[in-house]
Structure formats: structure tokens, C-alpha cells
């Protein structure tokens, strides 16, 4: 048997998003209007018409977690420059079930319990540094190849 | 069969083994790395098990060796240096009898079951948590599985309906609707029938959901087995929420696993009774945890509600008699049928029979996953198992729920009681808040919750919700009047009685309970101040000179960037400063001052 909502969570959990020509797919295979799959993508929220960044950052908004203090992560988060783009992907997500660590953070799909602000921005810098060290190698191995080609 | 089984499952639990509970709650406190170094001595069985509760311990490892009974140590990093929690018998928490050879107990540790957080609890829904390999069919027989299929299928259908309808099981989701009933109602209905495990744990602060899934999913699917049988269904659904990968993971597997065995499928344990189950993934959306939403989701359309009546027992998925019924409820079955409807009516209340799981979390020392007989007062719950101590208020019920103050915490809780209070049962997260609250704040986050999940198809609950949160917000902010409070409480009362579904009508619950019985704390806020500070922009924060000892703590947990060296202490920019009392609740030197 055969779901148009797994199906969707398959192309999303593949893509990071839902690409256009997959859901007109989807509409070919389960033979329903394009605009019924547009309505469920609008409609849950584990959808997304664009693609996801490299990283996801997930704060739990959660009542443990917002009583614990979780709200503060989201501006730490803005102050620290992590905007939708194709490195960052910044999601709230409404609890993970594990309330006891309140507060919560999961990060490329590691959950990190009992958070502070300052524990989190050395995650995050750290990831900003790879990023920065994979674009510096992206370029000398593109510098290298110019040389060889020259 | 079953005795094969059954003989192969007490010699693995009762046998020597290292179990780490490996559920989501204890992978994200550290267990993988535990289990990870305990599994390099490959001398020893090492196992992975689901949750014994006890959340604010974990990671939990527990050894049982040479004869003796289980020796738990609490909030293991290395196991040489873990502290020992208590120790139990792997057969004690399960209320059915079981068949297991003595372990011999420990005389220089305390037992398990004397512990405040254990000393109060029945587990009839939780029973195999922690216990058992959560995919192990052998251990799970052992533990008295399958033998609540194999006596049903020897009785006729109504006869199960009946000793249901006779133990007072009442659904486990929040509604509380008879289960035996509801039964009844779908078997009466003509047509091909469907059975539905409603496992889209959507309530933030609620996880029994989880945890049973991940513990023990065999519980889950057995029950359904058997509520098909009554009804007479051959097909089966778990609607689960897919931000629970691993529950997803060990349902699916355990349906594979129980047709490979024959309780599950074709001809289920060599009888005429056939049954499947599927699984099918939620995509986060809180309402589709309501029934109707729930099956329009399954059909693969938005989850908005349907009106009911009809209700799925009459026309439900595909318009065919549908019982759909919570993971809690489904787990309950086995041990109904096993022990009889006696046992289970002899626990609870009048009105409300049997245990209830809650998650027990917020400002407790113990937290976790805790099961008590129902009509357990409040207070017994939040100060002798929780262990809290400046108790302000509980929140039950999950978002739509209400706010009970402390000094009405004697509250038994059930279904009825709780409503009495303006609260509800619910699917049974319990949020302890103390003086660091704001009970605005609190009503605030809730009814942004609502306003977010609301589906959008019923008006008052779309616009009302919205007009109450700009409201509230206004509230926080300083800048409400004594009118907001009288129109805050005219739109509750429209959203709650003109909106089609339990999300539209629960809804203003919090807002009304706060209002109730926290209504001065609203009428300092329209007067500019924030009790517990909290509300952002009637706070300011200071540091003291005198008391700063330069640490820098603060600076380092200002997520703003707002707080400066200058001369060997640190000073807060107030155009940079945000209010969100990090400094304030880092400093170990109450050198930052609220305002």
C-alpha cells in the first residue's frame, strides 16, 4: 500500500526539499491534481519548496524547553549571522520528546540537551569555520587545477 | 509456539547482561557513547533497552550477573565511577504473573520500587519499558506477550468487547471515550473496517507515545490484533509522527518481525484471522493528532477535521467503521484480557479506571515517564515523586490544557476532576513552573501554539486565536488596559463554542485558567511590571560593580554581544542588550541586578 504523504516524506528526506518535477510525479503516480500535493507541501510543516542548507540547526520551542529558557537560542542564532542559506537552515520545531534535557537543541541531527548560549555558539562557530575552510579548499584546488592547466 | 518462545526469553532476561536504555531521551543524554566503550569487552552481553522512566538519571545502565537481581547506576559517563541508582527484579513492575527463576536481591543497596520516583507507580502501559530488548519477540512472550492474542482467538468477538467494555477503559488520547464502546459502535456498522494507532504525539512536554513505541512495540501491536479480532477488521494503521525516527524505525520493524513469527498476517497463530498493519508517517502538523484530521491525513489530504457525527466508529478512513484509538490505549489491552476486566477496574476512580502515564517534566527533581493509578492527587505526583520544591503551578493536558495552581493541587487526578478545574487530562504532559514563571508568558506561548496549529478551517478559532495573541502580546508589553482582560475572555468563550474540533475548543484553556486563578499577575503587567521578569520589555538589567569579579561569564553567554570589559569588570550596553536574562542567570555572584 502506498501513501502520498510517505511518499512526499521520501522526496523531501532525499532532496532536503520537494523539487517541482518530483511532485508532479507524485501527482502522475497517486493520479491527483498537482494542486492537492501543492496544498499538503504548504500545509505540514516537514515540507519545504526550497532546498535546506548544509547545516540545520532545529531549536526545540517545546513548554519544557521554552520554560527552560530555549527562546534565547533563537537570537543567539541571528546575532551569530545563521540565516536561511545554502549553509544554514534554521528551523523551530515544536518538541522532540526528550523534555527532561530541556533545554534542547538539535544540530545536524545531534541532540544536544541542557544547552547554554555560550556552549552553543561554539558549535556553531565551529561549523562556521569548516565552512569557511571548505570554501579556502574549494578555491586552492580550483587554484590548483588553473596552475596545472596553465 | 509460544512455550518455545517463552523458554528462550527467560533465559535471555533472567540470564547475565549489561542493558543501556538506548530510547531517544537516553541517546541524547550520552548512552550511544556508553554502550559504545561497555561493548568493547566482548565478554560480557551488552544490550540496548527502551526507557525505565527516569529521564533526569540517564544515561541508565544496569548489570545483572551471576544470579543476582538488576543493579541500575544513574547518569552513567563511565560505568566504574556511576553512582547506583537501586537495584529490581526484572519481573516486578509487570502486573501479569510470570514464570522466572529467583535472582537473588542486593542487601547494601536500596530496592528500585522504594525510590520516591518508583515508590508510587503501577505500570500496566509501561511494564516491559526498560525491561526488554524492544525488538525481541522471545523476551517479549516472556513477559507474558501473545498470550492475550492466543486466549482471544479462542473466545467470539463480543465476549472481547465485553470484558473491555467491563474494565472501564477509557481512551488514553485526552477525550476519554469508552474504548469497549466505541468498539461496540464500529463492530454494529456494516462494511470492511479499519483499526488506526493514533501515535501522533504532537503535545510539546508529552512523550509516552514515544517511549512505548521505542520500548516495547510488540505491546502496540498486539493490542490492535486484538481490536481487529473484536471488530472484525483486516487492516491496520500507526499513524506516527515522522519526528520520531526511531519509533518510526522500531514499529516497522517489529510488524516484520511479528509476521515472520505468524502473529501477525495471514491465518494469525494457525487461525482464520487475518491482519496487517502499516505504518504511515505524520508530517508535522499538531491537529492531525485529532481523529478526523488524522484520517483525512492518512487519505492523503491536508488534515483539516471533519464534523462528527458521523464519528470513525460509524464512517471513518475511506467512510468505512474505523476504531482509532492512542498508543497508551492499545497497550493497555493485553493485560485487560490476561489479568480480567477486574483487575483493571479495581485501579483508578469511579469514572476513571486503571493507570495513567504522564511525563512528568518543567522544575522537578526527578523527571521522567512516570505511570500512576488513576485518582492519584496532583500533589503527590508534582512533590513526592517529582520531588519539587517551589511549586508556582501545573501545567496539564499539553497546550490546550490549563494552568492548576498550587494551592488546588489535592486535585485526584482523572478526566473529570481535572475539567472541573478548567484543566484537562489530556494525552498527560505535566509541566511543573515555579516562581521564575511569568503566567502571562506562559498563556502567551500556549495560545501562539494554538494560533500556529490552528488548521485555519473554522473562523473564530483561525481570527480569534490571532486577535488574542495581539492582545496578550500587547499585555507583555505593558501597554494593555483592564479591557483587554474582559475581551480576552468574550473571545475565548466564542472560539471555544462556535470551533468544530478539540483544537478550536480547548484552546483558550490556558488563557481562561490563568485568567482564573493568576488574574493579578495580569493586572501588575497592565501596570508595567512583570512579577517573575520575564516579560522582556518591562525588564532592564544592571551589573553591580562592587560584586563583579570579572569572571566574564556573562559576556560569554550574552547571545546579544551586549556586554563589555571596562576596567576589569563588565557592563551591559543597553542599546545592544536584548533583556533576555542570560547574565542574570549565569552569574554566580548575583552581581546582575533585575530592574
Redesign the interface.
Known amino acids: 500500500?502506498k501513501?502520498?504523504?510517505?511518499s512526499?516524506?521520501e522526496i523531501q528526506s532525499k532532496h532536503g526539499y520537494l523539487p517541482k518535477n518530483e511532485m508532479e510525479r507524485i501527482s502522475m503516480e497517486?493520479n491527483?491534481p498537482i494542486s492537492?500535493i501543492y496544498?499538503?507541501a504548504t500545509?505540514?510543516?516537514?515540507?519545504s519548496l526550497k532546498p535546506v542548507g548544509r547545516h540545520v540547526i532545529h531549536v526545540c520551542?517545546?513548554?519544557?524547553?521554552?520554560?527552560g529558557?530555549s527562546?534565547?537560542?533563537e537570537?543567539?542564532l541571528k546575532?551569530m549571522g545563521v540565516l536561511d542559506d545554502e549553509d544554514f537552515t534554521y528551523q523551530p520545531?515544536?518538541?522532540?520528546?526528550?523534555?527532561?534535557?530541556?533545554p534542547?537543541v538539535v544540530i545536524d541531527g545531534k541532540?544536544?540537551?541542557k544547552m547554554?548560549?555560550?556552549r552553543l555558539?561554539k558549535i556553531v562557530s565551529k561549523l562556521f569555520e569548516d565552512e569557511s575552510k571548505d570554501s579556502d579548499n574549494d578555491k586552492t584546488s580550483k587554484g590548483d587545477e588553473d596552475a596545472r592547466e596553465a | 509456539m509460544l512455550e518455545k518462545l517463552k523458554e528462550k526469553g527467560i533465559d535471555e532476561l533472567y540470564g547475565d547482561r549489561i542493558a543501556v536504555g538506548t530510547s531517544?531521551?537516553g541517546?541524547?543524554?550520552g548512552a550511544l557513547e556508553v554502550l559504545e566503550v561497555l561493548a568493547l569487552d566482548d565478554t560480557k552481553n551488552v544490550v540496548e533497552v527502551g526507557c525505565l522512566g527516569f529521564?533526569?538519571a540517564?544515561p541508565l545502565v544496569y548489570v545483572q550477573e551471576n544470579g543476582k537481581a538488576a543493579l541500575v547506576y544513574r547518569n552513567v559517563k563511565k560505568i566504574e565511577e556511576a553512582k547506583v541508582l537501586g537495584w529490581f527484579y526484572p519481573w516486578e513492575f509487570s502486573p501479569l504473573k510470570l514464570e522466572h527463576p529467583e535472582l537473588e536481591g542486593y542487601k547494601e543497596y536500596p530496592r528500585l520500587v522504594e525510590h520516591p520516583f518508583y515508590k508510587k507507580q503501577v505500570k500496566i502501559v509501561l511494564r516491559n519499558c526498560g525491561i526488554i530488548e524492544p525488538l525481541n519477540i522471545s523476551q517479549y512472550v516472556a513477559m507474558g506477550g501473545y498470550y492475550a492474542l492466543q486466549r482471544v482467538l479462542e473466545k467470539e468477538p463480543e465476549d472481547v468487547i465485553e470484558e473491555v467494555k467491563k474494565s472501564g477503559l477509557r481512551g488514553r488520547g485526552g477525550a476519554g471515550f469508552p474504548t469497549g464502546l466505541k468498539w461496540e459502535i464500529a463492530k454494529k456498522n456494516e462494511g470492511k473496517k479499519y483499526v488506526i494507532c493514533n501515535a501522533d504525539?504532537?503535545?510539546?512536554?508529552?512523550?509516552m507515545d514515544?517511549?512505548v513505541l521505542e520500548g516495547d512495540p510488540f505491546s502496540v501491536i498486539e493490542g490492535m490484533t486484538i481490536g481487529a479480532y473484536a471488530i472484525g477488521a483486516e487492516l491496520g494503521f500507526v499513524y506516527v509522527r515522522?519526528?520520531?525516527p526511531l519509533a518510526v524505525e522500531r514499529i516497522e520493524k517489529a510488524i516484520e518481525i511479528a509476521k515472520k513469527y505468524g502473529f501477525l498476517g495471514k491465518n494469525i497463530m494457525n487461525t482464520d484471522f487475518s491482519f496487517d498493519i502499516?505504518v504511515?508517517?505524520?508530517?508535522?502538523?499538531?491537529v492531525c493528532g485529532e481523529e478526523t484530521a488524522l484520517i483525512a491525513?492518512?487519505e492523503?489530504?491536508?488534515?483539516e477535521p471533519r464534523i462528527r457525527p458521523p464519528y470513525p466508529a460509524e464512517k471513518g478512513l475511506w467512510g468505512k467503521p474505523t476504531v482509532i484509538n492512542n498508543v497508551e490505549t492499545w497497550a493497555n489491552i493485553s493485560p485487560i484480557i490476561l489479568n480480567g476486566w477486574k483487575f483493571f477496574a479495581s485501579l483508578g476512580t469511579e469514572k476513571s479506571k486503571g493507570t495513567k502515564v504522564f511525563?512528568l517534566?518543567?522544575?522537578v527533581k526527578n523527571?521522567?515517564l512516570i505511570e500512576v493509578p488513576m485518582g492519584i492527587s496532583l500533589r503527590e505526583v508534582v512533590e513526592e515523586i517529582g520531588m519539587a520544591e517551589n511549586v508556582k503551578a501545573v501545567?496539564t493536558g499539553?497546550?490546550t490544557g490549563g494552568c492548576v495552581p498550587k494551592n488546588l493541587m489535592d486535585v485526584a487526578v482523572d478526566y473529570e476532576e481535572l475539567t472541573k478545574l478548567g484543566s484537562i487530562m489530556g494525552s498527560g504532559?505535566m509541566?511543573v513552573?515555579d516562581n521564575t514563571?511569568c503566567m502571562v508568558d506562559?498563556a502567551k506561548?500556549?495560545l501562539e501554539?494554538s494560533k500556529i496549529?490552528s488548521?485555519g478551517k473554522c473562523v473564530p478559532c483561525r481570527l480569534g486565536l490571532a486577535e488574542m495573541v495581539d492582545i496578550i502580546e500587547r499585555i507583555t508589553k505593558g501597554e494593555g488596559s483592564l479591557n483587554d482582560l474582559e475581551e480576552l475572555e468574550r473571545l475565548a468563550d466564542v472560539v471555544a463554542n462556535t470551533s468544530l474540533c478539540g483544537l478550536g475548543k480547548t484552546a483558550p484553556n490556558p488563557l481562561l485558567t490563568t485568567l482564573r486563578y493568576f488574574r493579578e499577575e495580569y493586572e501588575e503587567h497592565i501596570r508595567g511590571r512583570c512579577p517573575a521578569g520575564v516579560c522582556r520589555a518591562l525588564v532592564k538589567y544592571r551589573i553591580v560593580e562592587d560584586k563583579c569579579t570579572g569572571c566574564g561569564?556573562c559576556k560569554?553567554?550574552?547571545?546579544?554581544?551586549a556586554i563589555e570589559e571596562v576596567d576589569e569588570v563588565y557592563k551591559i550596553d543597553d542599546k545592544k542588550c536584548?533583556k533576555?536574562?542570560?547574565c542574570f542567570?549565569?552569574c554566580k555572584f548575583e552581581a546582575v541586578e533585575r530592574l
Open positions: 500500500m501513501f502520498l504523504i510517505n512526499l516524506l497517486f491527483v492537492r496544498s499538503i500545509f505540514y510543516n516537514a515540507f520551542k517545546g513548554t519544557a524547553c521554552v520554560m529558557g527562546e534565547v537560542f537570537d543567539t546575532q520545531i515544536r518538541c522532540f520528546g526528550a523534555c527532561s534535557l530541556a534542547v541532540v544536544y540537551g547554554t548560549v555560550s555558539k | 531517544t531521551c541517546i541524547a543524554a529521564c533526569s540517564e504525539e504532537g503535545d510539546p512536554g508529552a512523550y514515544r517511549s515522522n519526528e520520531y502499516h504511515v508517517r505524520g508530517a508535522g502538523a499538531f491525513s492518512i492523503g489530504y491536508i488534515g511525563s517534566v518543567g522544575k523527571s521522567g501545567q499539553g497546550p504532559g509541566v513552573l514563571t506562559v506561548y500556549f501554539f496549529e488548521c561569564l560569554l553567554n550574552c547571545p546579544a554581544e536584548i533576555c536574562g542570560s542567570n549565569v
